[in-house]
Structures are given as structure tokens and as C-alpha cells.
């Protein structure tokens, strides 16, 4: 019922295989030097995280901050995959990333409210990625992007869908703004 669960008990090489259905529940992780923002899933060693049945089915889902930004320490960002050696080459796909969001801090902790990847070489294909927020790359920050939907994300400063990422290819940006 935790995707966090899976990934704790699984092994560098191993491939997680999610059911359908909604996971919002946060791990008690951060992404180690990057700040402690609450987040749905963190990745923290070279692994594949797949949903079993593709983006229409299977949903991570983090929370805005009661603040009027939508932005503050009660938000819940979706995916955070960890620094160094270990999460290189981790791969997440087929997955849907809605209502994530970060703190305002001027700190790492700020960027990415749907994913957050460290590790330059780590890889989202096939996901949908909307409505999340943060001060920078409001739908994901870092890392590789393949084949993915970037719509509705929010950044207070720069990058409303994407900030600082290593690559887009085959995806689609709509409807996201600087506030």
C-alpha cells in the first residue's frame, strides 16, 4: 500500500512494480543534503520504479502547502530521487504526478515539486507530470525526461514545468506559469 515500502526492501538492479491506484502517503526520508521537504517516494539506490498498468492508472500524489503560494513546509513533493553514485541510472515510468509542491527557501529544497532528481542520470519516461508547484521548476527539476506530459505546474521564480534538467526528448509543455 506504500510505495516507499518496495523500494526500501528491493536492491540496486531491482525493478518495483506499483498496482494501480493513488499513493500519497509521505516517507519519513529526505533527499540526503537537499533539503527536508515531506515527499511521497524517495529514491535513494539504481533501481526501476514501473507501474504496472501505465499513467492513467497509477498516481503519486503530493499536497500544496496551506499558504496562500501554495508553497511552505506542509507541502508534500511526489518524487525525490537521491544524490550520488547510487540512484544513478534510476529510472521511473508510466506514472501520473499531480498536486506536488516545496518550500520556498532559496535552498535545493525549493526546486522540482513533482520530481526532484539529483542524480543527472536518472530518468522519468512516459509519466504525466501536473498541477504541482515550487520556487523553481514547478513539475520536476534535474534529471532526464522521456516521452512526458508537463501541464499546469507553478514557479514562483523560474522554470514553471521544468528547471535545470539534463534533457527533454519527445515531450510536451502546456499551460504552466511563472507567479
Given at each position: 500500500t506504500k510505495i516507499q515500502d518496495a523500494v526500501d526492501l528491493c536492491s540496486a538492479g531491482d525493478t518495483v512494480i506499483v498496482d494501480d491506484g493513488e499513493y500519497s502517503e509521505t516517507t519519513d526520508y529526505n533527499i540526503s543534503g537537499y533539503g527536508d521537504v515531506p515527499t511521497v517516494v524517495v529514491i535513494k539506490k539504481r533501481i526501476h520504479l514501473v507501474s504496472r498498468n501505465g499513467k492513467e492508472k497509477t498516481h503519486i500524489v503530493g499536497k500544496w502547502s496551506a499558504t496562500d503560494s501554495g508553497l511552505g513546509a506542509d507541502?508534500?513533493?511526489?518524487?525525490?530521487?537521491?544524490?550520488g553514485p547510487h540512484s544513478?541510472?534510476?529510472v521511473i515510468k508510466g506514472f501520473t504526478l499531480r498536486g506536488g509542491a516545496t518550500v520556498v527557501a532559496g535552498e535545493r529544497s525549493e526546486w522540482g515539486g513533482g520530481i526532484y532528481g539529483v542524480a543527472d542520470t536518472c530518468a522519468a519516461v512516459d509519466c504525466i507530470v501536473e498541477?504541482?508547484?515550487a520556487g523553481r521548476g514547478g513539475g520536476v527539476c534535474r534529471g532526464i525526461y522521456v516521452r512526458c506530459l508537463m501541464r499546469g505546474n507553478d514557479a514562483a521564480g523560474v522554470g514553471m514545468d521544468a528547471y535545470d534538467?539534463?534533457?527533454?526528448?519527445g515531450c510536451v509543455f502546456t499551460s504552466g506559469s511563472v507567479f
Open positions: 507541502a508534500i513533493r511526489c518524487v525525490g530521487i537521491g544524490c544513478v541510472n534510476t498541477n504541482c508547484r534538467a539534463d534533457g527533454y526528448y
